[in-house]
């Protein structure tokens, strides 16, 4: 969109209209200014890549959370289907419910490809029926999600016997763990799945009806999208991150653990909605979505950085949420005037 | 004020300050308003009386609900004076409105559908009972007592939404009376309900009348209008076209046609002079109806709709609200369950069973309600644009043309006088006409075989009004069969071919536009007489 700006300036400087479309961006980099000018540490390029390898989980549910909440829908089920996407992938790669050493190696699991694709059919599956309980049935997503959130921990629990999977073959563990150059794989990952969502946003036939049922699903209908497919895709789409990000979880901490993602959806959302997709629908953007989750990764690095307990943290990251919609909110309206 | 072809209701003058005998109820003095360069209202007069029900009447686009939303504290007037019992005052809200004694009950209604009838009645001053809590059993009490006012025997526990809108409206007048409103204005408040519903209506208002209360009944049907006023205002194009009075009988109809059209076609509606010939038939409707929707209540039912869309015309139908004209529309293009009847389309039977299929055969819709059913308020001109046509602008694995959708618009800028900074502003940053141009460019996108417009220019500047109707005579001149709704009369001649009236969800009549004229079109939607 480079002729906003031009736009813009055509009719009469508005900084606002130019603060607002980076406003995330900004509010991420004075963030970082002030943690850079309070502990030395937090420039350190090791540092930096593991505050990007910790947002790449979070991240990747984010990006399809971001589908979802431009279609005025919200997904509160995605912690608990991580946990079950994790664990399934971890049942088949070690072909069990087993974290005995002697399976350690793959031999006698069905090996990490089988767990991707396992984690990320279940993902888009359990997506797939939340979707279709959303339009079909006509049951609100915040109380379909709100069921799948304790159906899929459940479910979870129900396989795994309550305790934790682990000993994966290291080609697994690689996609957790490893490096290509100095940048760790989930970050590679999560940039790659970033891209992939901006252009599909930003550039497909699918992205604009992404758009449009959520700017105004009446008026899509009318225009002749297929109001129904759309809003079962977005469900297939965080449900399918949902198993890739189990799936890097699992390999990262060599296990698949039945609690795994407890409170995640909130900061999930919390992630897509700082970085400025509206939760009535229509607007956002992949871009805001990377840079929210980058905030409340920052945020929290930089807390621990100087020594803020934990539960401080979730204090202010709680007050960083309500700030930066309430900042959004100002810049609109001031824009708007 | 041209042509008051009945006695002219005296205006008092504006310095009795004491309430007299003579002084009206409520009074308004050379009332005006402007939106920027639009005249809505210009220099309006009128008083209403204790006791009385006075017909406000006017086509659409007169200027009425402006002047109710000056009146109910909505919008301030540009000039003039307001005045009640003689006294001048400055209505700044709503509740300063109903302070005043002055309740408007909408077409939509006000109240709130989750709540029962005793809290709707009684909201924002519920009984409070001696430990500061609310009295449910006084509100109750009173409540009936109240309702039963407006002869409603329901349970004042009953939750709003599970009334009829009948019923809905007798709450909200009851809960006026509560309010000791002295002034009563209602808007349209026949218009959604079925002729018994209307009877038992119009008695509650005579009852009233003669308890002193001064109604304002706004409506767009003559036959209520002449039945239950004492007397009319009659407005045209925002001024006074004049004041009827009821003699020995009711005020006479044709009077009330003649003030409210009473005057050549307008520049404004100036019909565009060339024409092309009516092709062959490319729409046919046999037999359309539909049964009542449940997600819809409101929705009329059609019964057995006939019609002919042919290639290269324009079809005007023209209807009262709620007369089944936007449903007609909904059901041939696939928005709304279709019950009987068929559709042939260019010969062959089509059964669109939604916008989409619709759409994929070539039928648009221009909604009539531009801002819930057609624009997407927050996005840019091209997503508006193009959205209808997605499946045109696609590329492999679905990649957007976006070269091209920019240079399709910027054809359509041109060809429609779009006038817009950019393709990537928002869309609710353009006037309504240009908005309505976005639209219409939405469905030349597919370059549609029948072209649907609801209420063409609702809400459209008066200046890109004979825009818009003269890209309509374009459309049609290029073979596409268009069908336009109007509840405006002088837009249906003016753009029309042919013209079918509607009613109570059956086609009333039919008409070549040159022999139509507005009294001929009221008679047929008003009274349902059979045309010809």
């Not at chain 1, 991240?59 to 289907?81: E, H, Q, R």
Request: charged share 15%; glycine share 12%.
């Amino acid at each position: 969109m480079t002729t906003e700006a031009a736009s813009a300036e055509r009719k009469g400087p508005n900084m606002f209209k130019l603060i607002m479309r980076f406003g995330p961006l900004i509010f991420l980099l004075l963030l970082m200014i002030v943690f850079a000018l309070m502990n030395p540490n937090f420039l350190n390029p090791v540092n930096l890549f593991n505050v990007m390898r910790q947002i790449s989980i979070t991240g990747l549910i984010a990006l399809g959370m971001t589908f979802v909440i431009l279609t005025a829908g919200i997904d509160l089920s995605v912690g608990s289907l991580l946990a079950f996407c994790g664990m399934v992938a971890a049942v088949v790669a070690k072909g069990g419910v087993t974290s005995s050493l002697a399976a350690a190696g793959g031999q006698a699991g069905f090996g990490w490809f089988a767990a991707l694709l396992a984690a990320l059919i279940v993902g888009a599956a359990c997506g797939a029926i939340q979707g279709l309980a959303v339009t079909r049935l006509k049951v609100p997503p915040f109380v379909v999600t709100l069921g799948g959130l304790t159906i899929w921990r459940g479910l979870t629990l129900t396989i795994s016997g309550g305790g934790p999977v682990s000993g994966f073959d290291a080609t697994m563990r690689w996609f957790g763990t490893g490096l290509i150059g100095p940048v760790p794989v989930p970050v590679i990952i999560f940039a790659i799945a970033a891209i992939i969502c901006h252009m599909v946003l930003r550039y497909t036939r699918f992205g604009r009806a992404v758009y449009a049922v959520g700017g105004n699903a009446e008026a899509a209908r009318l225009s002749g999208v297929r109001v129904d497919r759309v809003l079962v895709s977005v469900y297939v789409i965080v449900g399918f991150f949902c198993g890739l990000a189990a799936f890097v979880l699992s390999a990262r901490l060599n296990s698949a653990e039945a609690v795994a993602g407890i409170g995640y959806e909130l900061t999930v959302i919390s992630a897509v909605v700082i970085g400025g997709t509206s939760l009535f629908g229509g607007i956002g953007s992949i871009a805001g979505t990377v840079i929210g989750a980058a905030l409340i990764g920052v945020l929290v690095n930089g807390l621990v950085l100087n020594n803020v307990s934990s539960y401080t943290q979730q204090v202010v990251i709680g007050l960083i949420l309500i700030l930066a919609v309430a900042f959004d909110r100002w810049l609109k309206t001031r824009a708007r005037g | 004020m041209t042509s008051g072809t009945a006695t002219a209701a005296q205006i008092p003058a504006h310095t009795a300050a004491q309430p007299g005998p003579a002084t009206p109820l409520l009074a308004i003095e050379g009332l005006t308003k402007r939106f920027g360069a639009v005249t809505a209202l210009e220099n309006v007069s009128l008083s209403l009386r204790k006791g009385e029900v006075l017909g406000l009447m006017g086509e659409n686009g007169a200027g009425k609900s402006t002047l109710l939303k000056i009146l109910s504290g909505v919008q301030p007037p540009t000039e003039g004076r307001i005045l009640i019992d003689g006294a001048p005052v400055t209505i700044t809200s709503p509740q300063h409105a109903q302070s005043l004694g002055i309740i408007t009950i909408y077409q939509e209604l006000s109240l709130i559908p989750t709540l029962s009838v005793a809290e709707n009645i009684f909201i924002g001053r519920a009984p409070i009972g001696r430990l500061g809590l609310v009295d449910w059993g006084r509100m109750r009490r009173e409540a009936r007592e109240i309702i039963a006012r407006v002869g409603l025997r329901i349970d004042p526990q009953t939750v709003v939404s599970a009334l009829s809108v009948a019923e809905q409206q007798m709450v909200e007048i009851a809960r006026a009376l509560s309010l000791s409103s002295r002034i009563i204005i209602m808007d349209e408040p026949t218009s959604a309900l079925s002729e018994t519903e209307v009877a038992r209506l119009l008695s509650i208002m005579a009852r009233l009348r003669e308890e002193g209360v001064a109604i304002m009944f706004v409506t767009h049907r003559l036959e209520e209008a002449s039945g239950i006023c004492d007397r009319m205002t009659v407005l045209r194009d925002g001024r006074l076209a004049g004041h009827l009075e009821r003699g020995d009988g009711p005020i006479p109809i044709p009077a009330i046609i003649e003030n409210m059209v009473g005057r050549a076609a307008s520049e404004l509606y100036a019909r565009p002079a060339e024409r092309a010939t009516p092709g062959p038939v490319r729409l046919e409707v046999r037999g359309l109806r539909t049964t009542p929707n449940p997600e819809a209540p409101h929705a009329i039912v059609l019964d057995g709709v006939d019609l002919d869309l042919r290639g290269g015309e324009i079809l005007g139908v023209a209807g009262l609200v709620g007369s089944g004209r936007t449903e007609l529309a909904r059901a041939i293009f696939g928005a709304d369950p279709v019950a009987a009847g068929t559709l042939t389309l260019d010969g062959t039977e089509i059964r669109p069973a939604s916008p989409a299929d619709a759409i994929a055969l070539g039928i648009g819709l221009v909604p009539e309600d531009r801002k819930h059913q057609a624009i997407f308020a927050a996005l840019g001109i091209l997503s508006n644009f193009s959205i209808a046509a997605l499946d045109a602008y696609a590329r492999f694995g679905g990649l957007m043309d976006e070269k091209r959708e920019r240079a399709d618009l910027a054809e359509y800028k041109r060809m429609l006088n779009i006038r817009m900074a950019d393709a990537d502003q928002t869309i609710d940053g353009l006037s309504g006409g240009n908005q309505q141009k976005v639209i219409l460019a939405r469905w030349l996108a597919r370059d549609p075989k029948v072209l649907i417009v609801d209420e063409p220019t609702r809400g459209v500047d008066v200046g890109a009004k004979a825009e818009v109707h003269q890209i309509l005579v374009q459309l049609a001149a290029r073979g596409i069969a268009i069908m336009v709704i109007s509840s405006e009369l002088p837009e249906i001649l003016a753009v029309s071919d042919r013209i079918v009236t509607m009613r109570e969800g059956r086609i009333t009549g039919e008409l070549p536009a040159r022999e139509a004229s507005e009294a001929k079109l009221m008679a047929l939607m008003a009274l349902g007489e059979k045309g010809q």
